[in-house]
């Protein structure tokens, strides 16, 4: 586990077997903290980052596996615990490790994948679901606020990076 994100220990209590047909495992308190340091929920309270850690579950994959195809819809947002994946968006390969998150675009609207992800080695993910997060949106609308601040601020400076 990554000890600078404090996820040492996180997955104690998981399922020993690997793969992505196993089932997910629901999460400790301590993931909070995990999603404390993820950008798409900067500013969220705690009371916030534990509502939505409490609809997360996680899962490991082994190495090689596919995590989300593109093209094929989603349903969650991921966030690496522990491990490496590669992301494959046409002729780019972006590596993602313990911290590194994808799907936030999916988790909102639903539409397809933009991308691959694959497992470079096992891999332990969070997922948060998104049918119960849109559900928690409409509960807590100042998470929806926030989340759709650190979006604009993510699209703004990829055109900004765009133009140069």
Not at 140 to 151: C, G, K, N, Y
Request: net charge positive.
């Amino acid at each position: 586990m990554d000890e600078r994100l404090g996820l040492a220990g996180l997955a104690a209590g998981q399922a020993s077997d690997v793969g992505p047909s196993h089932l997910p495992q629901k999460v400790s308190p301590g993931w909070v903290d995990v999603l404390a340091t993820v950008p798409l929920f900067a500013g969220l309270s705690r009371r916030h980052l534990t509502k939505i850690a409490g609809l997360a579950s996680s899962k490991r994959y082994a190495a090689g596996s596919t995590l989300v195809k593109s093209g094929v819809p989603g349903e969650s947002v991921f966030v690496i615990l522990d491990g490496r994946a590669i992301v494959r968006a046409g002729a780019r390969r972006i590596p993602l490790g313990a911290g590194d998150f994808f799907g936030e675009m999916s988790l909102l609207d639903g539409e397809p994948r933009s991308a691959t992800v694959a497992a470079q080695t096992e891999v332990l993910v969070m997922m948060i679901p998104r049918r119960k997060f849109l559900k928690l949106l409409e509960k807590e609308p100042r998470i929806a606020i926030a989340v759709m601040s650190t979006l604009s601020r993510r699209v703004r400076a990829l055109q900004a990076a765009a133009s140069l």
